[in-house]
């Protein structure tokens, strides 16, 4: 199994920036690719971005030109840099990941494993 923990939330004014972190541990963690996702109250999880096993990435439109995800490798670490945050990012933060190269564009019920989430609130 892999285990998944996110750490970097917090709460901070529109237009800030936040980093967001995700320890990945267990056996064969590294060849594991990642996403990640977010719910806020009365909303369905929507994917924000993911990352394949060969660095390529994808994001939701609505985060676009403001997050980036990258994967330190080595580390066993997934990253999302968020700047220019605005109320409607105010969520809960999930980092998700799948035995597969691909997670680009992956719904969340094909991802496997799950960390338990960190909160991002955006006044």
């Known amino acids: 199994d892999v285990q998944l923990v996110e750490s970097g939330g917090g709460s901070v004014q529109a237009g800030g920036s936040l980093r967001l972190s995700c320890a990945a541990s267990g056996y064969g963690a590294s060849r594991y690719c990642m996403g990640w996702f977010r719910q806020a109250p009365g909303k369905e999880r929507e994917g924000v971005a993911g990352i394949d096993n060969d660095g390529s990435t994808s994001y939701a439109g609505s985060v676009e030109g403001r997050f980036t995800i990258s994967k330190d490798n080595v580390k066993n670490r997934l990253y999302l840099q968020m700047n220019s945050l605005q109320p409607e990012d105010t969520a809960m933060y999930y980092c998700?990941?799948?035995?597969?190269?691909?997670?680009?564009?992956?719904?969340?019920?094909?991802?496997?494993?799950w960390g338990q989430g960190t909160q991002v609130t955006v006044s």
């Open positions: 998700a990941a799948r035995d597969n190269r691909y997670c680009r564009r992956v719904p969340h019920h094909k991802f496997e494993y």
